[in-house]
Each structure stands twice: as structure tokens, then as C-alpha cells.
């Protein structure tokens, strides 16, 4: 069965960065797009972008450029963001989700993390 | 960018009632290859969201049939034929025809 394991909950200062991860499984890792999302406290979904592991492309929301970077290992079918300069306006729940290719839905979602930006 | 704006933004049901959630789009969802991009999801607390309907209609596999979408162009609907105890949570609509995708700002469903 389709499983997004993502990583444990992040404490991190001001100004520094953080990566996050999201392992695969159960399914082709390579063929499906991997996209972020991200929930604030007590607010609503923003996306992020995505990335296609398969090649490596990426699509990023304008409002995280130079933000968030997404990567991918296909050796290990893990799925990574990054997030830069970090102030406390970062600090949310990041979802990492899959879209089968060419579907324009995310029908599996990993647990979240929640980043903490604090000093 | 797309906003997508759901009314109501609270909703309080009793088990067994029928209840909808409007979605409006402040551009037209229909997509140049002739598709609707147009999903509805369902955050239950303290956990992640989860697919229910997919291109406006489509019920995505092992969603209860009580659920059901409709609507074209800026203007949509999410119904539920007689709530039950697991439906309570924050449902959102999100758009997948222009980038970057958005989300309603969601409706809490709430039991009476």
C-alpha cells in the first residue's frame, strides 16, 4: 500500500535552515509527482510546488521562491524539502503529497511536520 | 493567483442531516484540455487531509457514496446525503487548473 513516512517534528532558530524529508513506498517513486504543502497554525493549505523524482524538475509557487527547495533520492524513494531563512512566520505543519502523473489531485498525503522557528 | 472562497465558513449538522458547502472560484477552473480541476478534501482533527472528490464529480475510490460533487465553470458544490459521526472536520476545495494551485479557506463541520 502507498505510504508517505515524513520526518520527526522540527525546533530550529531564526535565520537558519531546515530539511525535511519524506519517504515513499509502496509504489513507483519515480513516476509520480511528490508536492509540498503547507499549513500554518490554525490556518488554511498553501502549495508549495513539486517535484518529479523521476527527472528531477521542479515547480515552485512564486511566494517560496528562493524559500523552499525541493530535491529527491531515488535511491532511497525519499522526497526532501528545504526551507531557508527562517523567521517565525515559517513556523507551520508541512505535508508532503503524491499526484499520480498528469492527475492534477494529491491522493495520498504523508503525516506532517511541524517546524517550530523559535530562539 | 485563484482564490477560491467556501461559504459557509461553519456548519452545524445533526447526524442524518443533508448538508452543502459552496466553492467559488474568482477565475473559470476549466482547463484548456477540457478538464475541471476542481477537488474537495476533508481535514478530520489532528490529521492530514484526505482526497474525497477529484475534476469536480469523480469520487475518489473508498469515499462513501454520500458524498458528491457538481458545478462548472467558477461555481461549486460539495453535498452530503446524511452526515454521520466521521464527517466532522474542516473540508476545503483546491484548484489544479491555474499555478500556483489554492485552496478554499475551508468550512468546519461541526455537529449540532
Known amino acids: 500500500q502507498v505510504q508517505l513516512q515524513q520526518s520527526g517534528t522540527e525546533l530550529v532558530k531564526p535565520a537558519s535552515s531546515v530539511k525535511i524529508s519524506c519517504k515513499a513506498s509502496g509504489y513507483t517513486f519515480t513516476s509520480n509527482y511528490m508536492h509540498w504543502i503547507r499549513q500554518q497554525p490554525g490556518n488554511g493549505l498553501e502549495w508549495i510546488g513539486w517535484?518529479?523524482?523521476?527527472?528531477?524538475?521542479?515547480k515552485y509557487n512564486q511566494k517560496f521562491d528562493g524559500k523552499a527547495t525541493l530535491t529527491a533520492d531515488k535511491s532511497s524513494s525519499t522526497a526532501y524539502m528545504q526551507l531557508s531563512s527562517l523567521t517565525s512566520e515559517d513556523s507551520a505543519v508541512y505535508f508532503c503529497a503524491r499526484e499520480p502523473i498528469y492527475n492534477n489531485y494529491f491522493d495520498y498525503w504523508g503525516q506532517g511536520v511541524m517546524v517550530t522557528v523559535s530562539s | 493567483d485563484v482564490v477560491l472562497t467556501q461559504t459557509p465558513p461553519t456548519l452545524s449538522a445533526t447526524i442524518g442531516q443533508s448538508v452543502s458547502i459552496s466553492c467559488r472560484s474568482s477565475?473559470?477552473?476549466?482547463?484548456?484540455?477540457?478538464?475541471?480541476?476542481l477537488n474537495w478534501l476533508l481535514q478530520r482533527p489532528g490529521q492530514s487531509p484526505q482526497l474525497l472528490i477529484y475534476s469536480v464529480s469523480n469520487l475518489e475510490s473508498g469515499v462513501p457514496n454520500r458524498f458528491s460533487g457538481s458545478g462548472s465553470e467558477t461555481d461549486f458544490t460539495l453535498k452530503i446525503s446524511g452526515v454521520e459521526a466521521e464527517d466532522l472536520g474542516v473540508y476545503y476545495c483546491m484548484q489544479a487548473t491555474h499555478a500556483p494551485w489554492t485552496f478554499g479557506g475551508g468550512t468546519k463541520l461541526e455537529l449540532k
Open positions: 517535484i518529479y523524482p523521476g527527472n528531477g524538475n521542479t
Open positions: 477565475q473559470s477552473l476549466l482547463d484548456s484540455d477540457g478538464d475541471t480541476y
